[in-house]
């Protein structure tokens, strides 16, 4: 039966996303419950493409991901995959009307990771826009139900707010990212020369897409609004706590929130949100 194959796969994309994220997994979880399962599978499809470039070391990464994508269209063209993560993607693809340029876009964003140590603005603003912001787009397609009209209107909130989460992490790995796969993602920026002006003209750039972002957020429909502010709210946090370590303790290790405190982070987002306080 397809179906139970079908049910199979969202399980494989809702248990990645659990293991990978229990930030992203917390957020997901408060969206309408429709919404939920095509949301898994974004962050499955992603989750799987970089993994292959971040971790594969010892495997060949280029051809790997050439297989990837391959494979990711022909499962979009077939309406099936084997593979479980691209056999949920493909579904939510199909049926949310994704934008296969998004798909190719963050694609090529990965591909940027196999062989870029270093990054022109020019370079930067491409691996944000392939990254982070097409993977909102992506997001933003379900959220609304495949409704074309609403996404052109919310399109550049959505784009600000996933590069609002971007840069957050390239601040939070900024440690790994460095030490142990060689890569400086902000462009400019001498990394044994990294200090407190630097790592503020990032803080104050983030904080800029964040406020684009948050005014996306109130536009969005009710049953996804939660789900998007709760994630909000959790990297809004981990910045400001980047904002109040010195650039030494960010190179050297990586920033967290505990899952204590993000649960109390949700419970002050649900007032807000059920008091209309967005």
């Known amino acids: 039966m397809k179906h139970l194959f079908d049910t199979v796969s969202a399980k494989c994309s809702k248990l990645t996303t659990q293991s990978y994220s229990t930030s992203f997994s ?3 979880r408060f969206l309408a ?17 970089d993994e292959i470039v971040d971790t594969f070391h010892d495997f060949p990464k280029k051809r790997l ?13 077939d309406g099936i995959s084997l593979n479980p993560i691209l056999n949920s993607f493909q579904h939510a693809v199909r049926q ?14 990965m591909r940027m990771d196999l062989h870029k ?15 982070a912001e097409v993977v909102g787009l992506m997001c933003l397609s379900v959220f609304l139900r495949g409704d074309k009209e609403r996404y052109a209107t919310l399109k550049p909130y959505a784009m600000k707010l996933g590069a609002a989460f971007q840069k957050i992490n390239f601040l ?26 630097v790592k503020r003209e990032i803080e104050e750039d983030i904080e800029k897409d964040f406020a684009t972002g948050y005014e996306g957020i109130k536009m969005l429909p009710k049953d996804a609004r939660f789900g998007v502010f709760v994630a909000y709210v959790y990297y809004h946090k981990l910045l400001r706590k980047i904002k109040r370590k010195p650039t030494a303790e960010i190179m050297s290790r990586r920033v967290r929130i505990s899952n204590h405190r993000k649960y109390a982070l949700f419970c002050s987002s649900y007032v807000r949100h059920s008091f209309n306080l967005l």
């Open 172 to 197: 939070r790995d900024l440690h790994a990212d460095f030490n142990e796969l060689g890569r400086t993602y902000f462009p400019g920026v001498n990394m044994s020369e990294f200090n407190e002006v």
């Open 117 to 131: 140590d270093e990054y022109t603005d020019a370079e930067y603003d491409n691996y944000i826009l392939g990254s």
């Open 33 to 49: 419950p429709d919404l939920q399962e095509p949301v898994y599978a974004i962050y499955g499809f992603v989750r799987f493409a």
């Open 26 to 28: 917390m957020g997901i």
């Open 96 to 109: 949310y009307n994704i934008d296969h340029d998004c798909i190719r876009t963050f694609l090529k964003s």
């Open 65 to 77: 991901l050439d297989e990837f994508e391959a494979e990711t269209f022909k499962a979009i063209e």
